[in-house]
């Protein structure tokens, strides 16, 4: 069986019947009105679902997040086909603005924390859209705090020089004081140590249980995002090549010998990897 028949039979009902918080329905970006990003990538968020987005740099996961999030227009791109659906109701031509106070906030790849701020102020600027009252906002910082401790030992430092962890952490915090439904995480791991890594990862599965909180993480570190993601989809110049629960695609030989350098059970070496797309059946 080809991998596009494996690919359609693995994904043939991600989970239909399973309310979605987010549906991406074959959407197509340009930017510039000339340059074709993505081309009909469709996808899926449970209700308190964490999903993976998966791919090496470039492969569109960064455009996807920017399209869901209504970022697009600040670099001159814009979705030219297609339906972006959330909580029911289509967002496509919605502002970023209107997104967040739906519910739906996206963390930057890079952190981008505001560095001439403390940290509890950066976290205060993540309630700018509210309109309940500084006891509600009060209370979400003190609860922002018990998940991150070490955000509560900085608050008063300027968050440019904190770590790159930390800062990694303020932005969640940030977007966790919008008091949100989904959050979209760009590369949560890019430059940061494997300890700090595996610590962020376990909040955002701590946050998804107890607050109910949805996710996308668009990731290339794909063995860390399938260890905490129920589902993922791998993207490939602009379009979705495979799908499937987590643990198939952690099983999948391409996916082990072509993401995680694994090839009959051995870690291959970069030598041997860098050539992969030579053999690579999804692109024939």
Same mark, same amino acid.
């Given at each position: 069986?080809? /991998?596009?028949?494996?690919?359609?039979?693995?994904?043939?009902?991600?989970?239909?019947?399973?309310?979605?918080? /987010?549906?991406?329905?074959?959407? !197509?970006?340009?930017?510039?009105?000339?340059?074709?990003?993505?081309?009909?990538?469709?996808?899926?968020?449970?209700?308190?679902?964490?999903?993976a987005l998966l791919g090496a740099n470039g492969a569109g996961k960064t455009t996807t997040l920017k399209a869901i999030s209504s970022l697009l227009y600040s670099e001159r791109g814009e979705v030219t086909k297609g339906a972006i659906v959330f909580d029911g109701e289509e967002v496509q031509a919605r502002s970023p603005s209107e997104l967040v106070r739906r519910g739906c906030i996206q963390v930057? !790849? &890079?952190?981008?924390?505001? &560095?001439?701020?403390?940290?509890? !102020?950066?976290?205060?600027?993540?309630?700018?859209?509210r309109r309940d009252g500084a006891a509600a906002i009060r209370a979400d910082i003190d609860r922002v705090y018990q998940y991150f401790p070490r955000l509560k030992e900085r608050k008063d430092s300027m968050a440019g020089y904190t770590s790159g962890g930390e800062q990694q952490m303020c932005a969640i915090g940030r977007a966790l004081m919008s008091r949100p439904k989904m959050i979209l995480l760009d590369e949560p791991s890019m430059g940061l140590a494997p300890q700090i890594v595996e610590e962020i990862f376990e909040i955002v599965q701590s946050l998804n249980e107890k607050e109910n909180v949805s996710f996308l993480l668009a990731e290339q570190n794909t063995n860390m995002a399938l260890r905490y993601a129920r589902y993922g989809y791998i993207l490939e110049n602009g379009r979705v090549v495979m799908d499937g629960d987590a643990q198939s695609l952690r099983e999948n030989e391409d996916v082990k010998e072509f993401y995680l350098g694994i090839a009959e059970g051995k870690r291959k070496s970069f030598r041997e990897g860098k050539h992969y797309k030579r053999r690579k059946r999804w692109l024939a």
């Open positions: 069986m080809s /991998l596009a028949m494996q690919t359609k039979t693995a994904s043939a009902a991600p989970a239909a019947a399973v309310d979605a918080i /987010l549906t991406v329905k074959n959407i !197509e970006v340009i930017y510039d009105h000339v340059i074709l990003v993505l081309k009909g990538v469709s996808l899926e968020v449970p209700r308190g679902g964490i999903v930057m !790849e &890079g952190r981008h924390v505001f &560095g001439h701020l403390t940290v509890e !102020e950066n976290l205060l600027t993540g309630a700018f859209t």
